[in-house]
């Protein structure tokens, strides 16, 4: 035992007992003169695992033997270079897991909001159709290709031969709106709805929403809410019942030297004396019912029996105009009248030709 374990054991045994003051302690510490290593181990020292990436060995600085040391600016640049990757990195994991939203094609704000800096570019971006399969597409949208080209000429044939003029059912749909709504099925049946559906046919939406809204049916409810669906469908779907403002053909037909019509001069009848309608006012020409199918429901009987009963279910369906058509089909109805009344088919009892010869007196 040399002389320097001689004193940590003699400081060890000052340290245990409380009598021996502190001002031996110190003095005995002081004469301690420790190695800068250590002789002994109390257990075996810890080593890094080699490396087994010689690329990385190499790289790196501090493998290198005669490596040369970083000055603080060199460790600063380093520094805010890793930290660049690291949020680029980052950057395009966001770009490629989080999906942007976006508004409608209709929007009028979408040409603003429009940006393209946060979607992701380069081998991050994928094509929206990379993933679809062309032919089994075709297979599906062009079935029967030669048919296809066949239309398609005759089509173009047809828009020669009119010379560009529209025939009348093209011009219906392109100067007149409508929309179809179908309801879901109401537990009732088709001998209850078809009464609602004969009352609000030919009525203004406003009208027939009206009508339900007080009607002591219980189904009419039911009805007074598609109508309210339906009529927020047309507005924002087709345009219609928008006034003079919203109408895109309104300019395009109309004089601005003619007068408009007088409350008293509209062609129709079933509205209240002194109100003329809007062309763009909302109507249901059409209303009719749908069977649905039958539930199941248990009818409970005396002694333990049960019958199933079975519920049906009808569905309503509503076709939406607007006033500027009923007027046209009002305005062919009579022609049609005058027509046929004017025609050759009608018999007269004398012909038709000018009177000639007049005399003064009767000639018999």
Request: aromatic share 4%; hydrophobic share 30%.
């Amino acid at each position: 035992m040399n002389s320097h374990q001689v004193t940590l054991r003699r400081a060890c045994r000052a340290c245990k007992s409380r009598s021996s003051p502190s001002v031996d302690l110190s003095r005995l510490i002081s004469t301690l003169h420790l190695r800068p290593t250590r002789t002994f181990h109390t257990s075996h020292p810890r080593s890094d695992p080699p490396s087994s990436d010689p690329v990385a060995s190499k790289k790196s600085p501090a493998a290198a033997p005669n490596a040369k040391p970083m000055t603080p600016q060199e460790r600063m640049k380093a520094a805010q270079r890793r930290a660049q990757e690291k949020l680029s990195e980052q950057r395009k994991e966001y770009e490629a897991t989080v999906k942007q939203g976006g508004l409608a094609p209709s929007s009028a704000f979408g040409v603003e909001l429009d940006s393209r800096a946060f979607r992701p570019t380069g081998l991050l971006a994928e094509e929206p159709f990379a993933k679809r399969n062309p032919t089994h597409m075709e297979q599906a949208l062009n079935p029967r290709p030669e048919a296809r080209l066949r239309w398609q000429r005759k089509m173009v044939i047809r828009e020669i031969k009119h010379r560009g003029r529209l025939n009348k059912t093209v011009r219906i749909a392109r100067t007149e709106r409508e929309h179809v709504s179908r309801s879901h099925f109401f537990k009732t049946s088709m001998k209850k709805l078809a009464p609602l559906a004969r009352q609000i046919a030919g009525k203004s939406i406003d009208e027939a929403i009206l009508q339900m809204r007080f009607s002591n049916k219980k189904v009419s409810q039911d009805v007074r809410q598609h109508l309210i669906q339906a009529r927020n469908e047309a507005i924002v779907i087709k345009g219609m019942g928008l006034g003079r403002a919203g109408s895109e053909t309104a300019d395009l037909h109309t004089d601005p030297s003619e007068t408009p019509p007088l409350p008293h001069q509209t062609p129709l009848k079933t509205y209240k004396k002194g109100e003329a309608p809007d062309p763009t006012d909302i109507y249901i020409a059409q209303a009719w019912t749908n069977r649905g199918p039958y539930g199941q429901e248990p009818d409970y009987r005396a002694r333990g029996r049960m019958y199933v009963m079975r519920p049906p279910h009808t569905g309503l369906t509503v076709l939406l105009k607007e006033e500027k058509t009923r007027t046209r089909e009002k305005a062919e109805k009579q022609a049609k009248a005058l027509k046929k009344r004017l025609g050759k088919s009608m018999w007269v009892h004398l012909p038709d030709r000018p009177v000639t010869a007049q005399r003064q007196h009767v000639l018999w």
